[in-house]
């Protein structure tokens, strides 16, 4: 079909029956019981009307109820709520497949169906709009837009569509909502050019229609369910081939342990180039369970431990555990600089038990670790608290302190929920210093914290879930800041 032609059936494209409108608005997500003031109700599921006695009068608004009439769980919907205008509650997108009963041609039509209603009006409005159209052929494809025109009425200009145009790309369809689409009236594909296109198999996009004319032998693979590995490894697969299993270059058992969902296509052909070796189906497909795609581990464990990768394999499935929780026991044994050399260390008879060792022994060494630590800072704190002492202030309801010692600061970040516990080991080094602001009534309640730099400037006061000083704390600042002004002036006047 030539361009010319193509353009020919823009207008012409066979009408919606009642009955497939009907379809269309039943694809909405959400289904609703719309309530007006005398107790009457719609359910847009079933479109029908019902009556005080008929429906839980007892449900309310925007909660979930049943529809007696159809069974539907539906969402109920007060319209003496007070709200203006129109209220759009929900939308779908669907694509709907048409055929003339003359040529083999499919068409297809994409609405956005949206549901809204107004104030005070118990029937819901149910837009069905056109955004764009398709015609497939046996061997081409051709997608349709909107023309539009802006037209006067009321002194407003209304965008509206006059007509379709033939588009020079051929795409996806594009929403005004960004979202996926659907599909309706799958028997319309009896008799057209698609109509061994499985699409209704593997829910099916424009794009793979368009695939398929390409490689009719797609049909096939859809068929035994294995559009994933169609749509993900196109490049992979024998086109020219007709039987599933040959033109994904497999054997028909390979083929079954796919279909089954034991293995996936290009997983199976991962592993199967990364040890060639083994031939045993089953063993290749536990091996892949425990490493997949972790070959990045694999070829690190190799160099660390010094061994093959089919060894190492063979450890992993005899202990049954993923060659992560393996690489980290060689992790730990390695920081502990243990002799690789030994096979006992390399290969222990029970990983499970040994890795709980390992990690109880790293636990330990970090204990000891953050004790030695947690003592060196304690005594820097105390070499500091005495240069502190000058910062200490107190000033009618009001006293600043400082903290006895790096617990209380985290405490004090866990009283007043917010961050000062992450300031603890820069008070601790000098880096900073943060101070405690206390109420005389009230001298162990956390009230605001303060943090001080090491040239002696606020830099911040928050108080619980950091909230900014009140005013009396404010003015407690302004006097704390003259009272620093003064001692680091001192400070810098001996030094000079």
Known sequence: MTRKEAESYTDNFPPLTAELERVLRKTLPMKYLIIDNDGTAYCTACEEKLYPGEYDSSVKHRQTTFCTSCDETVTAIYNYHSFRGSVVECKSNVGVFLSDGKTDNLYIRFYMVTLFFN????????????????????NQAFRYGPKYAWE?????????????????KFGEPVFPNYSGYSFVNFPALKGTACAHS?????????????????HKNVEALIKCGLYGSVKYNE??????????????????DVMRAIRKGQIGYRDYLRIKEEFPKITNLDRLIETNKHIGYSFGILDSLKKKLKTDKYEIAKYILKQNVNISDYSDYVRIMQSF???FSDRQICFPKNLKAAHDRAEAMRQARELEEKAKKNAKLAEQLNTLKLKRKILEFSIGAYFIRQPDSTDEIVVEGQKLSHCVGGYAERHAKGALSIMFIRKKSE?????????VS???????????????????????????????????????????
């Open 235 to 252: 490049d992979m697969i024998d086109w020219a081939e007709t039987e599933p299993h040959k033109m994904l270059g497999v054997t028909k």
């Open 119 to 138: 104030a005070r009006e118990i029937t819901p409005h149910i837009a069905l709009n056109e955004v764009q159209r398709y015609l497939f052929t046996a």
């Open 454 to 496: 090491a040239d002696g400037k606020i830099v911040q006061v928050r108080g619980k879930r950091n909230i900014a000083p009140n005013k009396e704390v404010e003015d407690l600042i302004k006097g704390y800041k003259a009272y620093l002004e003064k001692i680091f002036s001192d400070k810098r006047r001996k030094t000079a």
């Open 337 to 339: 600089n243990a002799d």
């Open 443 to 451: 001298p162990d309640k956390p009230y605001y914290t303060m943090e």
């Open 152 to 168: 006067s009425k009321n002194g407003y200009y209304t965008k509206v569509v006059t007509g379709w145009g033939l588009r020079t």
């Open 198 to 214: 499985a699409i209704s198999e593997n829910f099916g996009s424009i794009s793979y229609l368009k695939f398929w004319q390409a």
